[in-house]
């Protein structure tokens, strides 16, 4: 299964593309002839984005929306449809993460994240796959975590809905086996985004908290998460040392596991 082809009619929907890893996706469909349409809350940043890719002969649409806000997910079909394209594929990559203990956490701030990192990939999924499904061509490429892996004390609430975005991508996938669309779940490690201040931890912390060799390039994680959707592969982890430890985390007893995660995360310390 392989990206569908560009078109005059047709563009690829990237969700927190103001900034990171959906920047450089954005970057890299464009780079493939792909039009795209960029979303996120910050107009001023999608906007300058958008200009550099026009600026090289691209094409990009700017729709400022807040995925958090269910009325502006439902408006967002329509609002796509008003620019006279069609969704071929869709990247959910917004998402952050709160920080902290369970007993300490605000229910507000959790909920809100739940909504970006998980209602939000299940509710444009439903809205988007139906044309593709009826059109017989397109693909799905949702961002998840190598916290998806294993659980994540002191990240109990990001770490869950990672899961969720693993585990839904791959159902998704089998669901649209023969349609001609395909669901590919992006799972990198530890990238310099500013995630790590955006969720709360203390300067430096995020950046000392693993290892540098596990630590990958946003246009390198893009690059993957791009080739494994047009390879159609269910899912794909940027970087050896990533693989590894994902995988090392699936067979490792989970009380150690658990132990080790709680003594190391800098929330918990």
């Given at each position: 299964m392989s990206l569908p082809a560009p078109g005059p009619d047709r563009a690829c929907l990237v969700t927190g593309a103001s900034s990171g890893i959906g920047a450089e996706i954005a970057r890299g469909l464009v780079r493939r002839g792909h039009a795209v349409v960029?979303?996120?809350?910050?107009?001023?940043?999608?906007?300058?984005?958008?200009?550099?890719?026009?600026?090289?002969?691209?094409?990009?649409?700017?729709?400022?929306?807040?995925?958090?806000?269910?009325?502006?997910?439902?408006?967002?079909?329509?609002?796509?449809?008003?620019?006279?394209v069609e969704v071929d594929v869709l990247v959910n990559n917004a998402g952050y993460s709160t920080l902290g203990r369970v007993a300490e956490a605000d229910p507000e701030d959790e909920?809100?994240?739940?909504e970006v990192d998980v209602v939000a990939v299940l509710d444009l999924c439903t809205r988007f796959v139906p044309a593709m499904v009826a059109r017989g061509r397109?693909?799905?490429?949702?961002?998840?975590?190598?916290?998806?892996?294993?659980?994540?004390?002191?990240?109990?609430?990001?770490?869950?809905?990672?899961?969720?975005?693993?585990?839904?991508?791959?159902?998704?996938?089998?669901?649209?086996?023969?349609t001609g669309v395909s669901a590919t779940c992006l799972c990198p490690g530890p990238v310099d985004t500013g995630f790590g201040e955006r969720a709360g931890f203390e300067k430096g912390d995020f950046d000392n908290a693993l290892p540098r060799i596990m630590w990958v390039s946003p246009a390198d994680v893009a690059a993957c998460g791009i080739d494994a959707l047009d390879?159609?592969?269910?899912?794909?982890?940027?970087?050896?040392?990533?693989?590894?430890?994902?995988?090392?985390?699936?067979?490792?007893p989970r009380r150690v596991l658990l132990g080790l995660l709680t003594r190391v995360h800098p929330a918990l310390r």
């Open positions: 960029l979303v996120a809350r910050s107009a001023n940043r999608l906007e300058a984005l958008a200009e550099e890719i026009r600026a090289g002969g691209g094409t990009a649409y700017v729709v400022p929306a807040d995925l958090g806000d269910r009325t502006a997910r439902a408006q967002l079909l329509d609002r796509v449809t008003a620019l006279g909920m809100a994240m739940v397109g693909g799905v490429l949702n961002v998840a975590s190598t916290a998806a892996f294993q659980p994540l004390p002191g990240q109990a609430g990001y770490g869950a809905g990672k899961s969720f975005v693993l585990s839904y991508s791959q159902s998704l996938a089998g669901e649209l086996k023969g390879r159609g592969r269910l899912y794909a982890i940027p970087g050896l040392a990533n693989r590894v430890g994902a995988r090392m985390s699936q067979v490792a």
